[in-house]
């Protein structure tokens, strides 16, 4: 290792370019990379992948296995030309790992076997290079086998990749410029003019991805690699990068002794060791700057623009992440299609083993780790079979555990098939805010796509931007399986917030709802991934694939017929193709070669199956809520989706049925008629503000309030339901330290008190009370329900707390109660939270019943002040008339 500025010594005019090798699994991209290392000095001696000696396969599963699976990088000279060369898997199990890399080159070696021609995964790393603009050079390997044809490879080139793919071995000839001419107007010009073309145009059409230079040799024999390393150095030329500073991340990895490495390249300035860097969130300095060649590096004091290198200290990057000026490369088009359980050995704790299976994840981003916590289980994500033993063989090496994993699941995608607009609305007690979102379908493969069409007049733009915040920060969940949503754009078009009542928080919950609001509206279609396929086979066993291939519900097409082989190109659905090489191989006799790799996603050809299947409930999802929450009459309540755009503030967007957009649905009252210092209690406003004790006062709601005629803007109906008041008994008593001393000597007596303060209050509210008490460690002990006075207590079964029925009772009720539970557990406060219950904590409810019993005696004593005694009420009504008749007689004499 050398201290020393990575510029030192350099030639000032040597170009320095990052070029990525990238092929199809087999075509020799490993072969080929040894040989442009070994004629360019930079090794000594040829390594081969059969004899694992091969100088960038440097981890010990890609030597037993003879693939490459993790990118390496390697320097190398050529003429006044510094190379940085990446090479990248070319397996497609591995393709996430290879697509991180495109975001950092400047220009791509694609590796073609001329023996097999154009394959499928080609054209998928073709779509990639044309999709992140990449220019790109074409090595056309394995010319020295039998039936390779020049002019017919370079035809197929042209037909399945680009019409620009030229000839260079002939340059500088006249039928050289003249096939150039005809790929750009600028260079037909000069031909024309001059008869020639000069080396800048030819650069600057490449550099466009107008031509890209085509190739032919051996590899394994060095042939044609010596001119095209040299047609590399001819014919590129070297970005324009900015001053300020600007690095793009692809890696991230570990050394030998565990130290984590970022692998990024600087897009723009300078970087020196003990620099600070930061995303916004973070803030780290960098400790070492390595510029690695293969499994060796150098240690150096500062790299400049163009530059590859790994740095240490940095602990929270990850790839495809941007630092400085960079923006970072955004959401891969390779994804995970298939799910596992891992199963772990018996005594292993899961939740141990996650954090050590995230580190790998960190490595090899594809790999997509998860917690379900229905299930209790990890599982990851993966995109083919092969991944599978890797991370096998890497958590034994790394951790030590044998690790095993469950049946396979398809992952499935949800998307719409119209346009639909979604609405939320947040406002419990002394909270507000209103989303509007147009939810529109987008091409296949676009993703999702976040947008605002807000005025800034109606909503301010930091609220705008919170809500594209929010929209973008989770993986939204469909309503058919419950699958994440794709393919659509979410655009914001109306909000509204409070000057002095609305956080942030607010327009979170308002967005989500309004994307599940409107995902409920909408017309959802069930995704599944497709494999693009290639199979070669026998002529005489077309017609069984064929067959096969229909039955799977997939397509195909004879493409290719010669020597008594045949080639079928079509796609298929994952679900049913997956494990179909290993038929190709049986009935074909080991003849047959199948190559897949996942093309998309497409509308599932079995959803109804697969919907009864999975048995996702959207409405039951308890942190999904597809329905908002209003505030009238000094409660706030629940309006269900299918009901919510009644309800609303703000105009729909969209026009109504009768084709003409209203003004006005419903407009929330002004704060002049709504004085929100005096709303009174309200169970979302606990929701939201659990145990800040605030002293509130619980008004009993009637079962049906109409419209004020005073206040026209408010929904002429809304249906107010019953409240029920759920008590964790044995938590307030602990938390109360009246009952707390008095359950240290009784606890009989303390429950007894308790009960009685709740009876009380249960009079004056004329809510529901039920307290439940724990009775889990009662052998035997079964569920006991019974009335106390005016009241229900509850002693749970065996083995059932008194936090696990509350959860069920909440659940199960939550459509017929508005339900509040009173706890200070904040454990079960998050679980109830998002059950959409209110919560009260025990200082809370001290609060309420001490309000209780204060509201209780002044109408004690009003109605004593109001109550008089009269004789005429003692009295006995013979008497009474007697005196009667004696004042008559008396005034008749007078």
């Not at 024999?221 to 095209?228: D, S, Y």
């Not at 495809?320 to 490369?329: M, Q, R, W």
């Not at 001290?846 to 109550?867: D, F, M, R």
Request: hydrophobic share 35%; glycine share 8%; aromatic share 8%.
């Amino acid at each position: 290792m050398l201290d020393q500025d990575y510029d030192e010594g350099l030639n000032q005019s040597m170009k320095r370019l990052v070029i990525g090798i990238l092929a199809h699994v087999d075509a020799g991209k490993t072969t080929l990379s040894e040989g442009m290392l070994y004629l360019s000095g930079a090794i000594r001696k040829l390594g081969r992948v059969d004899k694992r000696d091969a100088y960038l396969d440097t981890h010990q599963l890609e030597k037993q296995r003879g693939i490459t699976i993790f990118s390496k990088q390697a320097v190398l000279n050529v003429a006044d030309t510094e190379i940085t060369l990446l090479d990248t898997p070319g397996h497609v199990d591995f393709s996430a790992e290879m697509e991180r890399t495109l975001h950092v080159l400047d220009y791509a070696i694609l590796v073609i076997s001329g023996a097999d021609g154009v394959q499928g995964h080609t054209q998928t790393l073709w779509y990639l290079l044309e999709r992140y603009q990449v220019p790109t050079f074409i090595f056309v390997n394995k010319m020295d086998q039998p039936d390779t044809d020049r002019d017919q490879l370079l035809e197929q080139l042209k037909q399945q990749l680009a019409e620009g793919c030229n000839d260079f071995s002939q340059e500088k000839t006249d039928q050289f410029y003249e096939q150039l001419a005809v790929s750009d107007e600028k260079l037909l010009e000069e031909y024309l003019e001059s008869g020639k073309l000069s080396d800048a145009l030819i650069k600057e059409a490449i550099a466009t991805r107008k031509i890209f230079p085509c190739y032919f040799g051996s590899a394994l024999k060095l042939e044609g690699v010596e001119q095209f390393l040299q047609g590399i150095a001819d014919y590129s030329k070297t970005p324009a990068y900015p001053l300020e500073f600007g690095a793009s991340i692809f890696k991230i990895s570990r050394d030998e002794q565990g130290n984590r490495l970022t692998h990024l390249k600087i897009t723009g300035g300078s970087l020196k060791v003990k620099d600070t860097l930061s995303n916004g969130t973070w803030e780290e300095k960098v400790n070492q700057i390595r510029i690695y060649s293969g499994d060796k590096f150098e240690q150096v004091n500062e790299v400049t623009a163009g530059s590859v290198c790994a740095i240490t200290g940095l602990t929270q990057t990850k790839p495809g992440e941007g630092l400085g000026i960079d923006p970072g490369s955004g959401t891969p088009v390779l994804e995970p299609v298939l799910s596992y359980g891992i199963l772990l050995p018996d005594g292993q704790d899961p939740k141990a083993v996650l954090p050590k299976l995230h580190l790998i994840e960190e490595e090899i981003p594809e790999l997509h780790i998860v917690w379900d916590e229905q299930l209790q289980e990890i599982q990851v994500q993966i995109m083919g079979e092969v991944q599978i033993e890797i991370l096998q063989s890497l958590v034994a090496e790394r951790f030590g555990i044998q690790i095993e994993f469950g049946t396979s699941k398809i992952l499935y995608k949800e998307t719409i098939e119209n346009t639909v607009e979604g609405v939320g609305h947040y406002e419990p007690h002394g909270h507000y805010a209103e989303i509007h979102l147009l939810l529109e379908p987008g091409h296949p493969g676009s993703g999702l796509q976040f947008d605002s069409k807000c005025s800034e007049d109606q909503l301010a733009k930091n609220w705008q931007n919170l809500v594209l915040t929010h929209l973008a920060e989770k993986t939204h969940k469909g309503v058919l399986t419950g699958s994440p949503i794709t393919d659509m754009k979410i655009s914001l078009v109306a909000g509204r917030a409070h000057n002095v009542h609305t956080e942030g928080g607010d327009f979170r919950e308002a967005t989500y709802r309004a994307v599940r609001q409107g995902l409920k509206e909408a017309r959802s279609v069930l995704l599944e991934p497709y494999y693009k396929f290639q199979l070669k086979l026998p002529e005489q066993m077309v017609g069984r694939a064929m067959t096969d291939i229909d039955q799977m519900h997939g397509s195909c097409l004879v493409t290719e017929s010669a020597n008594g082989f045949a080639v079928l190109e079509g796609q298929a659905p994952v679900a049913t193709m997956r494990n179909y090489h290993q038929e190709v191989v049986a009935y074909t006799k080991g003849q047959g070669r199948l190559f897949c790799y996942v093309a998309g996603y497409q509308p599932c050809h079995n959803a109804d199956e697969v919907i009864a299947s999975i048995g996702y409930d959207s409405e039951s999802d308890i942190d999904e809520p597809t329905g908002s929450i209003f505030y009238a009459q000094g409660a706030g309540f629940y309006v269900s989706w299918d009901r919510v755009k009644q309800y609303m503030h703000l105009a729909s967007y969209l026009p109504t049925k009768d084709g003409v957009s209203e003004d006005v649905v419903v407009r929330r009252p002004k704060d002049s008629d709504v004085d929100f210092e005096k709303m009174e209690f309200d169970f979302y406003d606990q929701a939201v503000n659990a145990n800040k004790g605030k002293k509130t006062t619980w008004r009993k709601p009637k079962k049906e309030w109409t419209r004020p005629k005073e206040n026209p803007l408010l929904p002429r109906k809304i249906e107010i339901k019953d409240n029920y008041l759920l008590v964790d008994g044995y938590n307030i008593i602990h938390a109360w330290p009246e009952l707390q001393q008095l359950a240290d000597d009784n606890m009989d007596l303390a429950r007894s008190k308790l009960l009685d303060a709740l009876c009380n209050y249960q009079a004056i509210r004329k809510c529901r009370v039920m307290v439940v008490f724990d009775a889990y460690r009662v052998p035997g002990h079964q569920e006991e329900i019974s009335d106390y006075r005016n009241i229900q207590v509850v002693f749970t079964k065996e083995a059932q707390t008194a936090d696990e029925f509350i959860e069920r009772f909440a659940h199960e009720h939550r459509k017929k109660y508005h339900i509040t539970v009173a706890t200070s557990d904040s454990l079960q406060q998050i679980i109830i939270r998002s059950a959409g219950s209110a919560l009260l904590s025990a200082t809370d409810l001290w609060h309420e019943l001490e309000q209780v019993k204060s509201y209780a005696k002044q109408i004690n004593q009003s109605q004593q002040s109001l109550t008089r005694n009269y004789i005429g009420d003692t009295v006995d009504r013979d008497i009474i008339q007697q005196i009667e008749s004696l004042k008559n007689e008396t005034e008749d004499k007078q």
